[in-house]
């Protein structure tokens, strides 16, 4: 597609379900990012991929968090357990480079899957 | 580590009244800034960028000029549109080397212009 799809793109789960987040990034990009957006916290990184290196998972909160990313395309986000401050958007980039390079292009970002626990 | 301040909103504004949207930052060496943009129901859009001290980035009417001696980075508009109301993030990313590849953000100013 033209840009980067995320499903789905609203989510309420119960407390202590897990959840799989999936994002489709445009077509031949490499680098990979999920984002989390939270109501007054703005956005945290979660984790990047960038083709076939280990991902950066430093900013993932807790191991109930995991990513992976299947082919060097599609990536799924899996949160276990999930707790009512999970709730909130998450948001996936893609980027065909990285670094300033990347980010003078402008990361593409998907439009989020708001996450709700109740 | 590093870190981008903006300032809260949010901010409500007339059509064709003037925009200031603060934002100072916190790095180490120079990084890169950028000013992202959110519209209803939409995903994150590059507004404008400034790679280097004393460069100014300009989109859609709007600006922002990298100041090094203040760190700062403002957003402004001379008259703002209806179609502005949207969510401003200032964002950084670090010098070649390390994590330079993470945005990191600040916590977003909603803007709302009114007819």
């Known amino acids: 597609g033209a840009g980067v799809s995320q499903s789905p793109s609203n989510k309420v789960t119960e407390k202590g379900k897990d959840v799989e987040l999936r994002c489709d990034p445009i077509s031949g990009h490499t680098a990979l990012y999920w984002y989390r957006q939270s109501l007054g916290q703005g956005l945290e990184f979660l984790i990047y991929f960038q083709g076939n290196s280990a991902p950066d998972k430093s900013g993932l909160p807790s191991d109930r968090f995991s990513a992976e990313r299947t082919g060097g395309s599609v990536s799924t986000l899996t949160i276990q357990r999930t707790q009512q401050e999970d709730s909130a958007v998450y948001l996936c980039?893609?980027?065909?480079?990285?670094?300033?390079?990347?980010?003078?292009?402008?990361?593409?970002f998907g439009s989020g899957t708001r996450l709700t626990v109740v | 580590g590093d870190s981008v301040t903006q300032m809260e909103g949010p901010v409500t504004l007339s059509e064709e009244a003037f925009l200031t949207i603060n934002c100072t930052y916190t790095a180490t060496g120079y990084p890169s800034l950028f000013w992202y943009v959110q519209y209803p129901g939409e995903g994150l859009q590059l507004l404008l960028k400034a790679t280097k001290a004393d460069d100014k980035g300009s989109n859609k009417g709007f600006e922002a000029t990298y100041r090094k001696e203040t760190t700062s980075f403002h957003l402004e508009k001379g008259s703002v549109q209806v179609s502005d109301s949207a969510v401003y993030f200032c964002a950084l990313i670090p010098p070649r080397g390390g994590s330079n590849y993470k945005l990191t953000f600040g916590k977003g100013t909603l803007l709302t212009v009114n007819p």
């Open positions: 980039a893609s980027s065909s480079q990285t670094g300033t390079v990347g980010a003078n292009y402008g990361y593409t």
